[in-house]
Structures are given as structure tokens and as C-alpha cells.
Nanobody, 124 residues
Framework: QVQLVESGGGLVQPGGSLRLSCETSGFTFDYYTLAWFRQAPGMERKGVSCIVGSDGTSYCSDFVKDRFTISRDKAKSTVYLQMNNLRPEDSAVYYC?????????????????WGQGTQVTVAS
């Protein structure tokens, strides 16, 4: 049974940091590209925030790339999102997704497996 379980969300002040984790099981971790998406209240789940391939190469979109870092730990089958200098507009539910193969994929419908999400709220 495939599972992706996100954790690490919470309430943080502007300028603060959080580290999200997504622990995976039930599929071959090395065969999948992993990514973090976010969904703000009343909005659709949009384009990817960050992606990491099985070889560790990564990509983050322009609106987060100077503040967020994605990484993966093969031994723990876990992907992380380090978020620094958080802004109120970063408030959203953050979802971890897994897509089979080595190619980077940038839209939610290209991801087969999803976690349940973790809430991040940035407010003073």
C-alpha cells in the first residue's frame, strides 16, 4: 500500500522557517520523482513549488527558489522541504507528490501518489 505522510507544518511568524517532511512507503523510492505543491484556501493546487529527482537534482519555482530547498533521503524514503524567510503568502496546505520516472513534472495531474497535506500558516 502506497503511503505518503507529510509532517512539519504549523504556525510561524513572517521571516521564520519550517522544515516539512514526507515519509513514503509502498513503492520503489528511487524510481520516482518527488515534489512539493501547495494549495492556498479557496484556490486550486497549482504548479509545483519544488521537485527533486532520484539523483538529487532539484528545481524550485521562481517564487520560492531563493527561500526553499528540497532534498531527499534514500535511506529513509523521505523527502524534505526546508522553507526559510517565510511570508504570509506562503500560507497554504503543502502536499507531497510522487511521479514515476526520472523526468521533472510540473503540474499536479502528472503525479500519481499524494499525501494528505500539512498546513503551513505564516502570520504575526
Amino acid at each position: 500500500q502506497v503511503q505518503l505522510v507529510e509532517s512539519g507544518g504549523g504556525l510561524v511568524q513572517p521571516g521564520g522557517s519550517l522544515r516539512l517532511s514526507c515519509e513514503t512507503s509502498g513503492f520503489t523510492f528511487d524510481y520516482y520523482t518527488l515534489a512539493w505543491f501547495r494549495q492556498a484556501p479557496g484556490m486550486e493546487r497549482k504548479g509545483v513549488s519544488c521537485i527533486v529527482g532520484s539523483d538529487g537534482t532539484s528545481y524550485c519555482s521562481d517564487f520560492v527558489k531563493d527561500r526553499f530547498t528540497i532534498s531527499r533521503d534514500k535511506a529513509k524514503s523521505t523527502v524534505y522541504l526546508q522553507m526559510n524567510n517565510l511570508r504570509p503568502e506562503d500560507s497554504a496546505v503543502y502536499y507531497c507528490g510522487a511521479s514515476w520516472g526520472l523526468s521533472f513534472r510540473y503540474t499536479p495531474n502528472e503525479y500519481r501518489y499524494w499525501g494528505q497535506g500539512t498546513q503551513v500558516t505564516v502570520a504575526s
